[in-house]
DNA sequence: GTGTGCATGTAAGGAGTTACATGATTGC
DNA sequence: GCAATCATGTAACTCCTTACATGCACAC
């Protein structure tokens, strides 16, 4: 089977303790998304994949009409994702954002405009922080106090980041004010 | 015509003075690469689009039997480049990072194999930030020299941001250290 | 004469997203 | 009773990449 990282984020999740397929997706959305982003439509094929595997059991209880399904990673599972872990072969980091893009060409637009498209970017790296701060990091040091400690980590960094980036962003607005 | 960020690249790159569909790649994989990454196979059926849409002029100049191609932004061209710079609606930042996916989920390696991954990140961030300080400012410096100032600007903001996250990571390292 | 860089393009495939479709349960 | 949330899934599509194909020019 081929193992794309979104396998493993999956194989992750379950190991933090979600059980279904919306459980990994809303915890994915807390946590993973801002450095491997899954969508929905990628969940469900994804796990019955890893089934077919070995790698995760699945099983079923019915509710109503409808069939839900309690994933548990299998110890050939655990035994992969700590290989994958410890693997050093990656993919290069990808990184898009227009705002950026926009930043670079910055040199067509006349002064006032481009002091406005650094206040824009400082203000959206300014409300990515507070997000991360107040709902990402408590999180994640919840977790910690389980004895989960690299959630937290990775949220500090991803805050200090911003912080660090904001810092950055306001001093070249104040070189471009008038 | 719906006009993507990678539109924009290529408008961007011939405004800089790149003047065929191979210096339009070449100058992007210096510069745009590292927050919009663009694949040849992508360049020329934009350019198409772009020309047939009047944003640009393609002239053709035989060399031998094969054809080759002077691109120029006409002034429709530049006014959506000028237009797009200036509009704020943007798609999310999109970031993947095989590492960070593996730093998040550590907490499953043995911690000399935790402390292996943090050292190997840092690394891959200090040869980043080398890279970033030795090959790109130094040729978004040139283009600072004359008068095109945003793209050092881009640089530099590279280049810090690498300096801070391995400054993190090493404090990190520290910590983990036995 | 041969490899490297300049130069233009296409075809096939893969990864991931949006939109759609369905139904149960819980809180107001 | 109705909205929001939990929950599972598929189909179509878009974007982008990899691999392929071709040929000129120049340096060694």
Redesign the interface.
């Known amino acids: 089977m081929k193992m794309r990282?979104a396998a493993?984020?999956m194989l992750?999740m379950i190991?933090l303790g979600a059980r279904s397929g919306y459980a990994i997706k809303k915890l994915a959305d807390l946590?993973?998304r801002?450095?491997?982003?899954t969508s929905l439509a990628q969940v469900y094929p994804e796990l019955g994949r890893l089934e077919e595997a070995g790698l995760l059991t699945r099983k079923s209880k019915l509710e109503g009409k409808r069939e839900r399904f309690d994933y548990e990673l299998t110890e050939v599972g655990?035994e992969k994702?700590?290989e994958?872990?410890?693997s050093?072969k990656?993919?290069e980091?990808?990184?898009?954002?227009?705002?950026?893009?926009?930043?670079?060409?910055?040199?067509?637009?006349p002064p006032d405009?481009?002091l406005?498209?650094v206040r824009?970017l400082r203000k959206?790296v300014h409300e990515?922080g507070a997000h991360t701060r107040e709902e990402i990091v408590p999180l994640a040091e919840a977790l910690e106090r389980g004895?989960?400690?690299?959630?937290a980590?990775?949220a500090r960094?991803r805050a200090?980041?911003y912080a660090?980036?904001e810092q950055?962003l306001e001093r070249?607005e104040s070189e471009l004010e008038p």
Chains 1, 2 share one sequence.
């Open positions: 990282p493993y984020v992750g190991g946590s993973t801002f450095f491997w982003p655990e994702l700590v994958w872990l410890r050093p990656e993919a980091t990808q990184f898009r954002d227009e705002g950026v893009l926009r930043l670079f060409l910055a040199d067509r637009l405009d481009q406005a498209l824009r959206r990515a004895g989960t400690r690299f959630p980590q990775v960094l200090d980041t660090y980036t950055w070249l």
